[in-house]
């Protein structure tokens, strides 16, 4: 037996802890102000949330491509689609715009109308010359008229770069410093700057400027992650707090229940900043984790203690029974919680880890604060008053736990049909679930951001960048004809599939040259022949501006090319079917002994680390659900016991999981959450009955029927109580602005709803059923740990 789980231990725990009141209340004081001295160590991230290990595949791809090409993720677009922008006033205007962000440091380069170039053929030097589209500024409608027809019906190069010449939608570039894309700069510049300039021109000129690009659409995701923090806290608290007092009708208890979770609040962001974490989409959700976590502590210790008073009137009695014997049932189902997120620690992913050494170490300080806090300042204060012992005679609650125990009596066959019938209808809803990996799926669906990725998905097929790295396997193989060729059938492919946009490569560029050859003329812009090949390339390689255009799309020694496209947001399915049309093609048109072609960019690394983490996740909760029933099996020294206690939380986990799938809720990293977040928290509730059904039946003289009634009107209250408080708890998440976030708290609050039902008809109807191989005096009479001491048996 272990002698941490004996009544013995617990009782020298509630002497150490009445005795000692003043020297924990300082060290809480202390530890709490060490905590915040590491809160200046925490950042919210500036990098995208990567999914897959450093060493995963996808991303060893993908970081060789940076190392040759650099950052891709540092291109900011504007874009404006009205008719009244060509005019004289308002196409200067925008180019003037355009030209106020080269001065900033964080900018590379800007591209914008006015800085479109023309190849002009210089037949006396032999080479090709750039001459600027618009040389200073447009003083007439007529040269607007000439601008117009020579961008969108003469050079086709930048065709759907920088404007659709279908629908006249114009855009501007804004490409940053590579080396600042990651840091808080970037931030600072799109918040502080970009925006205000924006804002600033639309007001003035009356247009409507659509912004995005992936390091726009980071920043302001990052800043609603940021805002959205203190709104779940302050929501969390006041649901839990109303809730809480709404019970006890005690404004003493709720406040004394505030201080306790806000404490664990504090601690929290303090293990964060110790550890030097950053705040992520999904640490961002553990401090009002913590405090819907906590109340159902609170409640438990504090209806405990008023419950003892009650009772016998001894407050100092009160108070060590509430630690001996509400102190380790707390920490089994707190223990059995923090096991649910630790599982997140064996995956490989970071940022799953990270929640998961967070979320665990967190609940396990709310447990310890609220068994050192509420004992020592219930001590300090005076008697309850005979109102805030009302609750206790509440005979509504009676009423509901009077129906429990009609149901299992009267009803088990009902029960059990039920249950069967709600296993049958899941297991089909569950053939109807999808994976997503949708960038845009879980952001702000109201945001102005989000509508602008929209429309430049329409207008441009999409803001995520795919790339395609081309390895010739040889110095200078990209400007062979033959590659050229190849990779033009590759582009070929992509222009054909309507979620991907117009590639820009080499071959582009190559294209353009031909047309610069014959003298602008667009039918020319196509790949030359072999005999024009070496005409053209002699002209292109006199020319110094195209040398640094080569820069862009091949690196310096010509082995390795890049092809540019653009991805819509789409789901994991069809990004699974668009990956193997292009590898058919790859496989056909680039022979492997000669080149190796790869496709990379943070679209594809995004999409697959949702499918890795949905396989991760699935990993974690089958731990969870083997740790935990291993925990239940020597808890209670009967294997017998893993099915009792199993069976009525998988079942609550496979109904949500159907639900899913009739409402078209997809798996994806946020929603896949839910089912080790609930497991870990329902289980509480068996543990609890378990625990008292076994003391009932040592009381009852091993008469099954009694102690499951028993146990059922002991713990019903209880289960009741705390299952509404996490249900209203889990459901704050609904009010935030993701959609990942608002799944996650109505999937959680669904589950554990069903899990508390579950737990309180359908746990103690397979108790009645199989009494005779569960009810073992041999393997009940001595359990490994004693969750509840002996002495309720008196009572």
Not at 771 to 789: D, F, G, H, T
């Amino acid at each position: 037996m272990l002698k941490l789980f004996t009544t013995d231990f617990w009782d020298v725990i509630a002497r150490l802890i009445l005795r000692n009141k003043i020297v924990i209340l300082v060290s809480i004081v202390i530890v709490t102000f060490l905590f915040s001295t590491k809160w200046e160590n925490m950042r919210f991230s500036n990098t995208e949330a990567n999914l897959l290990p450093d060493d995963h595949e996808v991303n060893v791809t993908y970081n060789n491509f940076l190392k040759i090409f650099g950052e891709e993720g540092n291109l900011i677009i504007l874009g404006v689609k009205d008719s009244t922008l060509f005019t004289v006033e308002k196409i200067n205007a925008w180019n003037k715009l355009a030209d106020s962000f080269k001065s900033y440091n964080e900018v590379e380069t800007v591209v914008s109308i006015k800085d479109l170039q023309k190849l002009i053929k210089d037949s006396e030097n032999q080479k090709f010359n750039l001459q600027p589209f618009i040389k200073d500024s447009i003083a007439s409608l007529n040269q607007i008229e000439t601008l117009q027809e020579e961008l969108f019906k003469k050079y086709p190069f930048y065709d759907n770069f920088l404007f659709n010449s279908k629908t006249k939608t114009v855009r501007t570039a804004i490409y940053l410093k590579k080396d600042i894309v990651n840091t808080s700069a970037r931030k600072n510049f799109v918040l502080n700057e970009l925006v205000t300039k924006i804002e600033a021109f639309e007001t003035t000129n009356n247009l409507d400027v659509r912004v995005s690009g992936m390091p726009y659409v980071r920043s302001l995701n990052a800043q609603n992650i940021v805002d959205e923090i203190g709104k779940f806290v302050g929501a969390a608290l006041l649901v839990t707090s109303l809730i809480f007092f709404l019970f006890f009708r005690s404004f003493r208890a709720t406040f004394i229940s505030l201080i306790v979770v806000s404490i664990g609040v504090m601690w929290t962001l303090g293990i964060i900043g110790a550890l030097n974490y950053e705040i992520t989409v999904l640490t961002a959700l553990i401090p009002p984790l913590i405090i819907v976590i906590g109340i159902p502590n609170c409640i438990f210790l504090i209806n405990k203690y008023q419950h003892e008073v009650k009772l016998h009137g001894n407050k100092v009695k009160s108070l060590q029974r509430v630690i001996t014997k509400i102190g380790n049932a707390t920490l089994m189902t707190n223990v059995t919680t923090a096991s649910g997120f630790a599982t997140f620690i064996l995956t490989e992913s970071k940022l799953l880890k990270e929640f998961g050494i967070v979320a665990s170490l967190s609940i396990l300080a709310i447990f310890i604060l609220c068994l050192l806090i509420i004992p020592i300042i219930y001590t300090f204060l005076p008697y309850p008053k005979e109102r805030h012992l009302e609750h206790l005679n509440k005979r509504w609650i009676g009423g509901f736990v009077n129906w429990m125990e009609r149901m299992v009596k009267q009803r088990r066959i009902t029960i059990y049909f039920t249950a069967v019938v709600l296993l049958i209808v899941s297991m089909i809803g569950i053939y109807q679930i999808r994976i997503s990996g949708s960038l845009i799926e879980d952001m702000p669906q109201n945001s102005e951001f989000v509508n602008d990725i929209r429309f430049f998905e329409k207008e441009f097929n999409g803001i995520m960048p795919l790339e395609f790295v081309i390895d010739t396997k040889r110095k200078k193989g990209v400007m062979k004809l033959s590659t050229l060729k190849r990779m033009n059938e590759l582009e070929d492919l992509i222009i054909e599939i309507p979620e991907l946009s117009k590639p820009i490569s080499v071959v582009s560029l190559v294209k353009y040259s031909k047309q610069a050859y014959y003298n602008g003329n667009p039918k020319f812009y196509q790949l030359p022949t072999s005999q024009e090949n070496s005409f053209i390339l002699s002209y292109a390689k006199n020319s110094t501006s195209n040398v640094n255009l080569l820069q862009n799309f091949v690196d310096s020694t010509g082995q390795y090319a890049r092809i540019t496209t653009f991805m819509k947001d789409i789901g994991t399915d069809k990004m699974e079917r668009i990956e193997e049309d292009i590898q058919t093609k790859v496989n056909k048109v680039f022979p492997k002994e000669r080149y190796n072609v790869t496709m990379t960019g943070k679209a594809l690394v995004f999409q697959k680390g949702t499918k890795y983490l949905v396989k991760n996740l699935a990993i974690s909760l089958s731990l969870a659900i083997v740790l935990i029933a291993l925990f239940m099996a020597y808890m209670f020294r009967s294997g017998r016991m893993i099915i009792v206690s199993l069976i009525p939380n998988l079942l609550p986990l496979l109904v949500t999981a159907g639900l899913m799938g009739y409402l078209g809720v997809p798996i994806k990293p946020s929603t896949i959450l839910v089912f080790s977040i609930a497991f870990g928290i329902s289980v509480d509730d068996t543990i609890h009955f378990l625990a008292k059904y076994r003391q009932e039946l040592q009381a009852n003289h091993w008469k099954i029927k009694v102690s499951v009634y028993g146990a059922l009107r002991e713990t019903g209250v209880s289960m009741f109580y705390t299952s509404i408080v996490l249900f209203f708890g889990f459901s704050v998440f609904t009010i935030s602005n993701f959609g990942g976030t608002v799944a996650l708290g109505a999937l959680v609050s669904t589950t554990l709803l069903f899990a508390m039902l579950s737990n309180l008809l359908l746990l103690p109807s397979l108790l009645l059923s199989l009494e005779r191989n569960i009810a073992n005096k041999e393997v009940l009479r001595e359990p490994s740990i004693n969750i509840i001491p002996k002495e309720d048996e008196e009572e």
